[in-house]
């Protein structure tokens, strides 16, 4: 969960999700500027059961190719998902507000 103190954000753990459960991450996810880059182009992400995959993962996976999408993930704790997830998409949010800003200026 994401929360703000004087405008900049701070992490918390949701309550409901015990803190060591492990997320699967996209390998196209690894660094935080992919999510936010990823967020900027309005490509969907696809979250379902602790698995977090772009499109192009998840279309593989449609295509029969699961083991092979999830053997390349990335392993992430609750905690960890929330700080790169809710960071990217506060930064992706930011961006966005700004060119908006600057384009009705």
């Not at 994401?2 to 918390?12: I, L, N, Q, R």
């Not at 499109?55 to 392993?75: A, F, N």
Request: hydrophobic share 45%; glycine share 4%.
């Amino acid at each position: 969960m994401v929360a703000f103190a004087d405008g900049e954000p701070f992490f918390m753990i949701d309550p409901d999700i015990e803190e060591d459960s492990e997320w699967l991450i996209c390998k196209h996810f690894k660094h935080i500027n992919d999510v936010v880059q990823h967020y900027m182009n309005l490509n969907s992400l696809v979250i379902t059961q602790g698995v977090i995959l772009c499109e192009k993962c998840y279309q593989r996976v449609l295509d029969g190719r699961s083991k092979e999408v999830i053997d390349s993930c990335l392993s992430l704790t609750a905690a960890g998902w929330e700080e790169i997830f809710g960071l990217a998409i506060y930064t992706a949010n930011r961006r966005l507000l700004t060119v908006f800003k600057n384009q009705c200026m």
